[in-house]
């Protein structure tokens, strides 16, 4: 499973987004890379809300099947 829902990647995207944070302040505050924060934020930025949704749908389905 993965290690930060849809609701907290998202959240990390748009905390970088508003340009109050850095994203080396955002990712240690999470436990992460500052690079997955920029990654999460380009994929924010190109796909709007529903990449969050889709990887979170995608995981399930995954684990559903495989059950």
Known sequence: MAKY???EKLQAALRYLEGKESSHEIAKS???DHTTILNWSK???YNGVEEFIKIETNIRSVIL???
């Open 65 to 67: 099947y495989t059950y």
């Open 43 to 45: 994929q924010y930025e």
């Open 30 to 32: 999470i436990g992460t």
């Open 5 to 7: 829902t849809a609701e």
